[in-house]
């Protein structure tokens, strides 16, 4: 129809317009989908469509563990996600974002990252869905601005209005906290509605505990924890200015990760000495020895 994509028209938010023929005669501008050029490990992927008599639908791949609020909200019967798996999540997320982020040409901003919007595969490997809201920009252009507000409330960057990389981050930072937390966005019981006002005031209470998911029973590494929470809290800076690019966010996640995984193999091998020792301590004491 475009010859190859020979004749570019112009470009929009959703993607490059092509000039091309219908039928060999009817003139017509064919629009190239965003959805169609974004590829990687950690964003869902677009299988196909179907267009017949008139009803269109998208299909992407099944993701069979749902999504991550389903595992926070405690009204399924499903596990507890570990700590260690809640940062493989988020590295995961992450590392797609990033790829929205710098990965794409011309980059691309999602601007409705939430816990629902994170799916499950069978192995819990995280991957961003819902890209109904995304747009395209040049990167490094701050000049674009989005005139209609776009995202889910709690999850919204404050500096509503811009079209940038960093409405994400926030979005992120706001996801991170909710992983960390299990709290909801925004409660109004709570004596701070907003997840980051309720953070901030536990916080100078100085209780790490108090923060974390009581469902985690404190199983997680406090240097880990306390990084993580640096990193959600930096994410959802109300200023953009202040807050990590999702490069710098990954590489911060790695590290927490790392600690974690040190302290349970630290332990594992603390558990391991402890059982020789009883063995040792029984094969000396009861069982006769070869002479």
């Given amino acids: 129809m475009t010859s190859n994509f020979q004749r570019a028209l112009g470009e929009g938010g959703f993607g490059i317009v092509y000039h091309g023929y219908l039928n060999g005669s009817e003139e017509v501008a064919v629009k190239v989908e965003l959805l169609l050029r974004v590829h990687h490990t950690n964003l869902v992927s677009l299988v196909g469509y179907c267009d017949e008599r008139g009803h269109l639908a998208l299909i992407y791949e099944y993701m069979s563990n749902v999504d991550l609020k389903h595992h926070l909200s405690g009204k399924h019967d499903v596990s507890i996600l570990k700590w260690s798996t809640r940062l493989r999540i988020a590295i995961d997320a992450a590392l797609g974002l990033e790829y929205l982020h710098i990965g794409c040409r011309p980059s691309m901003v999602h601007r409705d990252v939430k816990s629902t919007n994170i799916l499950l595969d069978d192995q ?7 890209f109904g809201l995304s747009r395209s920009f040049q990167l490094g252009d701050e000049s674009h601005i989005s005139t209609v507000v776009a995202g889910t409330p709690g999850y919204l960057d404050p500096e509503t209005g811009r079209l940038a990389e960093m409405s994400d ?26 997840i980051t006002e309720w953070v901030a005031l536990v916080l100078n209470r100085g209780d790490i505990t108090k923060i974390m998911d009581p469902n985690l029973y404190g199983d997680y590494n406090s240097n880990s924890v306390w990084k993580a929470l640096e990193l959600a809290m930096s994410c959802a800076n109300p200023s953009s200015e202040k807050r990590p690019s999702m490069s710098q966010v990954i590489s911060v996640l790695k590290e927490c990760l790392t600690s974690e995984n040190l302290m349970r193999n630290k332990n594992h091998d603390m558990e391991s000495d402890s059982s020789l020792e009883l063995t040792k301590s029984f094969d000396t004491e009861v069982v006769p020895r070869a002479r």
């Fill in 169 to 194: 981050v926030y979005s992120f930072g706001i996801v991170l906290l909710e992983m960390m937390t299990n709290q909801r966005v925004i409660d109004q019981n709570r004596e701070k509605r907003h």
């Fill in 124 to 130: 819990f490997t995280a991957k961003i869905a819902d």
